[in-house]
């Protein structure tokens, strides 16, 4: 998954970094020291972890400083996650950087305030052009917008996850279907979409459920009618979901989750893989 906030987060320290001696001094005043690095290290981290695996049974320990420069300073840990579902304890290393100056940390791709504040670009619905199918009850405590494409079999096991957080009340999902793998015509054979209540009421229009059986299955050998009345629509909609992917999210691979991040706001921010694992495998 892409991860502008690091690159720019990158950018944004050498900058820092290129300033003169007493520039920086004027800027900051008081500098995160060494003896109270770890301890701001592990409250940051604890943030990305608690993103990844959840916020119970994580401990960090054997954190090292390795000095870049004044400002920058590479910290190395080792993270332990528990998961009671899961049994056995799993540890391994991670990497973070961290500004003195700022008391900003990347780490696993995500930028973090010294305050707590994930810096990640967020999205609201009109911001993201695009449509898809819905399940789910709007008081769903988890809502997701999902990317996916009917030739990915990635993108086939989010949606049997998906279908049971369904049957548990735990998700409200809009499927947009994208062509990353095919063209947009063989992804509406696939999946066709022009055929679905999304874009008719008409008896015998395919629902959601059915729809997701015809997407789960990698490909279509069967006829569809390109003179119906909504395939043009639903082919413009796939392009339009594709697009979107692309140039709007910088999306390289599907499947593609955003999850509602501010509710009161109404805005979506992309998750990474590890955070999806979480989401639609949360008994794992």
């Known amino acids: 998954m892409m991860h502008i906030q690091s690159s720019f987060a990158i950018f944004a320290i050498s900058l820092f970094i290129q300033l003169p001696a007493f ?9 995160l020291v060494d003896s109270a690095a770890p301890a701001h290290f592990s409250r940051l981290a604890r943030l990305q972890m608690a993103l990844e695996y959840g916020a119970a049974g994580i401990d960090i320990r054997k954190i090292e400083l390795h000095p870049v420069d004044r400002d920058v300073v590479r910290v ?3 993270v332990q996650v528990t998961k009671v579902e899961a049994g056995n304890p799993a540890s391994f290393w991670i990497t973070g950087w961290l500004s003195r100056c700022q008391g900003t940390l990347i780490v696993r791709g995500n930028t973090w305030l010294a305050d707590g504040r994930l810096v990640t670009p967020r999205f609201t619905v009109q911001q993201i052009p695009g449509r898809g199918l819905v399940l789910g009850k709007d008081d769903a405590p988890l809502h997701v917008i999902a990317f996916v494409d009917s030739r990915c079999p990635h993108c086939h096991r989010l949606i049997g996850y998906a279908r049971e957080l369904l049957k548990k009340g735990a998700l409200r999902i809009e499927f947009r279907q994208v062509a990353y793998l095919e063209t947009a015509i063989e992804a509406i054979k696939d999946g066709r979409l022009y055929e679905t209540e999304l ?9 959601v459920e059915d729809y997701l059986d015809m997407v789960g299955e990698l490909n279509s050998t069967l006829e569809i009618d390109a003179h119906a009345p909504d395939y043009e629509k639903a082919l413009a ?3 339009t979901n594709t697009n979107t992917a692309h140039d ?9 989750v955003l999850v509602l991040d501010k509710k009161s706001t109404g805005e979506y921010r992309l998750t990474g893989l590890n955070e999806m694992n979480r989401i639609f495998q949360p008994d794992l």
């Open 23 to 31: 520039a920086a001094e004027a800027l900051c005043a008081h500098p």
């Open 76 to 78: 190395d840990a080792i």
């Open 199 to 207: 874009f008719n009421t008409r008896p015998g229009a395919l629902g």
């Open 237 to 239: 909609l796939i392009q």
């Open 248 to 256: 709007v999210l910088h999306v390289s691979a599907v499947p593609a």
